[in-house]
């Protein structure tokens, strides 16, 4: 594996999150995630470690709830958006912190071709696909299990998608494994497979705020991304031209340290399109390997608090929050406001099935999908 030390991008002490003072309990029940939808039951899982990370986890959308880490003075926080309610899930916005699928991102005028066969799927966003449609794999419950590995305690999680729903082809399933590693890991294992050949893309959409959710916003996060490149747009509907632009030395750099906002509303024309950062990053390795490598980092200057981001996915794609509007409230009764969150969404490239040049999408009978991603947590003090 190569740059696994993304943390000495960022000049400073990095040490492992201590185990807080006392017990931290979070503002939600397991009972306030426990009720039948759709015919099956969802509940709450929770992983601990003795580096003091708490995630709680629910196979509704097999979505990510919180995530609590310590600061540099050991004070807990859960840093990710979201809601303490399975009510306000099923209710509120989907994208919150869950796995994303079958095909993250977008798909130009919400369909695809596969061996002269035209598939039409939900269009949701402006003339594309985004994310796979307002349904998905984030409004399904999943089938999950609590497991014990050599890595630490996870949570399984399977979908069967059958052939067809949302337009795609094959009946599907899916498997998220989710891990809470020794080393402060959140460990994100998929595996798909499918009977007809199927374009995949699976993500998770969680969103970060390591001030804590509903803190303010995240301008002031310090971002690092591998990235010397990025799939240019063509217009506000972000979908991608099939160019490879160079960003280096421009608005969208962040080989180098720099906050969030320091250049976000720069005239840069992509950056205008993107009302701010919501763009794929290509990272800097083989684009048709699966090598873990680092892919991002964010420190948050006041708390301490560092998450690295390690994936074997090609790309990422990095979005600040900017559809954020308020209408979002969150566990601790705050609104999620403009740029309140921000995503590190790993992956392949938005529009794969209609650029050639894009590194490949397309699942066969036979094939197993096989993806992971890692969001790490520490402290710089």
Known sequence: ?????????????????????????????????????????????????????????????AKIVSIFTPDKNGAMEDVVLGYKSIDEYVAGDAGQGAVVGP?????????????????????????????????????QVYDAKEIQTADGPAVEMTLQSPDGQWGFPGNKNVKVTYTLTKDNGLKIDYEATTDKSCFFNLTNHVYFNLKGEGMGDILDHVLVVDANSSTAVGDSTLIPTGEIVDIRGTAMDFTTPHTV????????????????????????????????????????PVSGRFLECFTTEPAVQLYTGNFLTGNIIGKRGNA??????????????????????????????????????????????
Do not use: W
């Open 103 to 139: 095909y993250a991102n977008r798909i130009a005028n919400g369909q695809f071709e596969i061996d002269g066969q035209v598939y039409q799927l939900p269009v949701n966003n402006h003339k594309a696909c985004l994310h796979s449609g307002p349904e998905s794999f984030y409004r």
């Open 336 to 381: 999620y406001n403009y740029r309140n969150g921000m995503c590190l969404e790993t992956q392949h490239y938005p529009d794969s099935p209609h650029h050639a040049n894009f590194p490949n999408t397309l699942l066969k009978p036979g094939e197993t999908l096989k993806s992971t991603t890692i969001y790490k947590f520490s402290v710089k003090k």
């Open 261 to 300: 906002g320091e250049r976000i509303n720069d005239p840069m024309p992509q950056l205008k399109m993107g009302g701010g950062y919501d763009h794929n990053y290509i990272l800097n390795k083989d684009q048709n390997g699966d090598e873990m490598t680092f892919c991002a980092s964010i420190l948050e």
């Open 1 to 61: 594996m190569k740059k696994l030390i993304g943390s000495l991008v960022i000049a400073g002490i990095i040490v492992s999150c201590s185990a807080p003072k006392k017990e931290f309990t979070p503002i939600y029940s397991k009972a306030d995630f426990e009720k039948e939808v759709n015919g099956k039951k969802t509940t709450l899982f929770t992983l601990k470690n003795e580096g003091g990370i708490m995630v709680t986890l629910t196979n509704y959308g």
